[in-house]
């Protein structure tokens, strides 16, 4: 009898399966179209991997308690899978869902399936193709005591850092695609992040693509060390063999998205976040997305006079340096508060310095920042914000004058950084005890009699204004 089946073997759920046979597990694989299942057998013979082609068979082939992973498109593919499953399992028997489905989703799921005496886990899995295969990030979470008898497989996949795997119970119902919905919210702000840092380094300091790449290399031996810094040194080494150009010149620039991102700037207004540097990140996609009217609107529309000046490269190298960094300290802390919210709100009870140490491995924003993020939050659960830990306090008071110099001189020089300038002015707004709410508040009990609350004595007032 095998130990797990996987259903669904396009890219992810091909590695993942080949993952687990390599990690000694009896894994059963099988997809709807018989191609996909024929390719894995082909390029992947191995006898602890059982093809099968009829979902009867695949089903009846696993040991019980049964454990199906799902490799499908989110969607209503997965309800369809799960709808096809039902009348072949038993009670207590566990699916699990690897893909990027909508947290909602899988809290719907996960009631539906307990309903029916059966078992649902909502796993996030980060890291793409190669993380599949070789160690992923994964966030599981549903019915504890399920989880429990998937453990020894999924931590025994997973990335290890320190000895230990990045995996880890998250929660109840659908919060571990909660996780991964929000680790790529903060993914969509890192790269954003670093992209503008990028656009600096060429636009104003002036450097060549080789140059650029050597500063990222040096930028991954420090504080800033993170996989999306390793490999976007490796991108600007890249030549394109047609054109002899950097690969990069190459690539046009409209970006793409699954909508994640979305999602996550979506859920930060319904639990009360204020996400906006992710949120600048997804509508810089969308922006870049208009690639035709950017065209145009280049040769209609007047920027600023940019004046010749001498500039000192390795000052701003620094600059540039310490703004990317409290930049991404800035996206964690905004990150990191959703999470705290979304617990709260329902009901889940994550722990959040866990959640940091799942991140270091296999996932895409593993980086060195998430160490003292780890060690911030399991230092004081109850930490409101990631800026107020001695750590993060400390950095965010040395580099945000950094930041404030970068954003001043990129928007002096017509440069788009709304994720630098979102970056500022929520570190701005947030340390600032007076904020200029109270004249929002003045305006909606005028036109709207909504009320307000005073600062020197309790209560809930309206004034006649007219």
């Not at 095998?2 to 259903?7: D, L």
């Not at 000046?309 to 701003?316: F, G, L, P, S, Y």
């Not at 508040?441 to 036109?447: E, G």
């Amino acid at each position: 009898m095998n130990s797990i089946g996987v259903f669904g073997l396009g890219v992810m759920g091909a590695n993942l399966a080949k993952n687990m046979v390599n990690h000694q597990e009896k894994v059963a694989v099988y997809n709807y179209t018989p191609d996909l299942t024929e390719n894995f057998i082909a390029e992947f013979p191995n006898e602890n991997a059982e093809a099968h082609y009829e979902l009867e068979s695949f089903i009846a082939s696993l040991e019980k308690p049964r454990k199906i992973f799902m490799m499908v498109t989110a969607g209503p593919v997965v309800d369809s899978v799960i709808k096809s499953m039902i009348p072949l399992l038993e009670k207590g028997d566990i699916i699990m869902d690897g893909g990027n489905s909508n947290f909602q989703d899988s809290n719907r799921r996960y009631h539906e399936l307990k309903r029916a005496g059966l078992h649902f886990l909502s796993v996030g899995v980060s890291g793409g193709e190669e993380g599949a295969l070789n160690g992923p990030a994964l966030m599981p979470s549903g019915d504890p005591a399920a989880y429990k008898q998937v453990a020894p497989i999924l931590e025994g996949i997973a990335a290890q850092v320190d000895g230990k795997p990045c995996c880890t119970y998250l929660g109840n119902e659908g919060s571990g695609h909660y996780v991964k919905m929000v680790h790529n919210g903060i993914e969509y702000a890192d790269m954003q992040l670093i992209t503008e840092a990028y656009q600096f380094l060429r636009e104003k300091l002036g450097l060549t693509v080789n140059e650029i790449a050597d500063v990222f290399k040096s930028w991954n031996e420090s504080e800033l060390e993170s996989y999306l810094i390793e490999i976007t040194s490796e991108i600007l080494t890249h030549v394109d063999e047609e054109t002899k150009q950097p690969m990069i010149d190459v690539i046009l620039d409209k970006s793409g998205s699954k909508g994640t991102g979305k999602w996550t700037s979506q859920n930060a207004l319904d639990v009360g976040v204020p996400l906006s540097i992710i949120t600048e990140s997804v509508f810089a996609r969308y922006l870049s997305g208009l690639k035709d009217e950017r065209v145009l609107a280049e040769s209609e529309l007047t920027g600023p006079s940019i004046i010749d000046e001498e500039i000192d490269k390795e000052t701003w190298l620094n600059l540039v340096k310490e703004a990317l960094f409290m930049g991404k300290i800035a996206a964690y802390a905004q990150g990191f508060h959703q999470y705290k919210q979304a617990s709260d709100h329902y009901g889940w009870e994550l722990k959040l310095d866990e959640i940091a140490l799942i991140f270091r491995g296999g996932c895409i924003i593993r980086a060195d920042i998430l160490n003292p993020i780890s060690e911030a939050f399991k230092a004081d659960p109850n930490l409101p914000n990631l800026l107020l830990s001695p750590y993060f306090k400390e950095k965010a008071g040395k580099y945000q004058a950094s930041l404030r110099q970068v954003t001043m001189k990129g928007m002096e020089n017509g440069m788009s950084l709304p994720c630098f300038s979102a970056a500022l002015s929520y570190y701005d707004g947030y340390r600032s005890a007076q904020s200029g709410a109270n004249m929002i508040q003045a305006q909606r009990d005028y036109f709207g009699a909504h009320t307000y609350e005073r600062k020197d004595k309790d209560g809930i007032f309206h004034t006649e204004w007219y």
